[in-house]
Nanobody, 128 residues
Framework: QVQLVESGGGLVQAGGSLRVSCAAS????????MGWFRQAPGKDREFVAVISRGGGSRNYADSVKGRSTISRDNAKNMVYLQMNSLKPEDTAVYYC?????????????????????WGQGTQVTVSL
């Protein structure tokens, strides 16, 4: 199993930046494709970003593309999501996810795909 713990959420003004982090532990985290999802009040959870096991491939939701960067440090078992030019519509609980069943990042970004492991989430609130 892999355990995921998010941190770094908070309140930020529109146009600001925030970095959320995910600490992974358990079975070799570097063997897992890692991603970020978010869920806004009254909405379904949605894909945000995904990164390959080695960090060489990334994919983003259109809603955050160009404003966000996903990265990972396998030596520290950490995954990050740097978010810039934040908008009120970015307000959500952000969840870290891990999946070891496939090395393809396209799987995690496929609508309806359910990663193996989830963190508990961290709240990001963007104010006007």
């Amino acid at each position: 199993q892999v355990q995921l713990v998010e941190s770094g959420g908070g309140l930020v003004q529109a146009g600001g930046s925030l970095r959320v982090s995910c600490a992974a532990s358990g079975r070799t985290p570097s063997n897992y494709v890692m991603g970020w999802f978010r869920q806004a009040p009254g909405k379904d959870r949605e894909f945000v970003a995904v990164i390959s096991r080695g960090g060489g491939s990334r994919n983003y939701a259109d809603s955050v593309k160009g404003r966000s960067t996903i990265s990972r440090d396998n030596a520290k078992n950490m995954v990050y999501l740097q978010m810039n030019s934040l908008k009120p519509e970015d307000t959500a609980v952000y969840y870290c996810a891990a999946d070891g069943r496939s090395g393809l990042i396209s799987r995690m970004s496929t609508r309806g795909y359910e990663p193996e492991y989830w963190g508990q989430g961290t709240q990001v609130t963007v104010s006007l």
